[in-house]
């Protein structure tokens, strides 16, 4: 069983371009989070998909993020306009159902590091 | 707002030590889960906590759930250079279970 896989590992942008990140969940799942890790720091939630749709995105930047979780395909993350303060590891985790308060584990991947010169 | 402290930042012990590394809140949790995260990888979850004042074992670590369900510690024993790693301690959101809050992590470094 594949876990969840995200690619690129690493990236490297200059200031004012675009960072696409890629998250395929684990066979089976359907529920997509996105994480934010700066240096020293915990995670910071930003996004939940599923199929199709965005759940919640109060985690996210309002202006140059985006994510989508299509059909088909991988969830995408992407950052417009990239800024010195971008620079992270981002995470995807993915489940196979709702998490609840006492019950789900989120299985995550390896995650992308960003980093914007 | 529900926020998650851990304690010490950083330890450095030698192979064999104990330790025991703190998770703290002012705010009850209805969870609480430890994961440990290598260099360059992603979190890896060791345990969920449920009930207050619960204990759970897992080989040479023990985690346990405070009774009022606002703090959590994670006892290591006999520690080795696998331990070697940044601990995190998480917990659900009262409104939005799943959005994890994250603890800043302890990061533990086992000389051998």
């Known amino acids: 069983n594949a876990g969840v896989m995200q690619n690129p590992r690493h990236l490297v942008r200059r200031r004012g371009q675009e960072a696409r990140l890629r998250c395929s969940p684990m066979?089976?799942?359907?529920?997509v989070y996105w994480y934010r890790q700066l240096p020293e720091e915990g995670l910071k939630f930003m996004v939940y998909l599923q199929k199709e749709n965005i759940i919640d995105e109060s985690g996210m930047p309002k202006e140059r993020f985006s994510a989508e979780f299509p059909k088909e395909g991988p969830s995408i993350l992407r950052i417009q306009q990239v800024v010195r303060g971008d620079s992270a590891a981002y995470f995807c985790?993915?489940?196979?159902?709702?998490?609840?308060?006492?019950?789900?584990?989120?299985?995550f991947g390896e995650g992308s590091r960003l980093t914007v010169l | 707002t529900q926020l998650l402290e851990q304690s010490p930042q950083f330890l450095s012990i030698q192979e064999g030590e104990n330790l025991t590394v703190y998770c703290n809140s002012s705010?009850?949790?209805?969870?609480l889960q430890w994961y440990r995260q290598e260099p360059g990888e992603g979190p890896v979850l060791l345990v969920t906590v449920v009930t207050g004042g619960e204990v759970k074992k897992l080989k040479r670590l023990t985690f346990q759930f405070g009774d009022a369900r606002k703090d959590s510690s994670l006892h290591i024993t006999a520690a080795q250079p696998g331990d070697t790693g940044l601990y995190l301690c998480a917990g659900p959101r009262m409104d939005s279970s799943y959005k994890l809050i994250f603890g800043s992590g302890t990061r533990l470094l086992v000389r051998p």
């Open positions: 066979k089976g799942h359907s529920h």
């Open positions: 985790a993915s489940s196979p159902g709702p998490i609840g308060a006492n019950t789900g584990e989120l299985f």
């Open positions: 705010s009850v949790f209805s969870s």
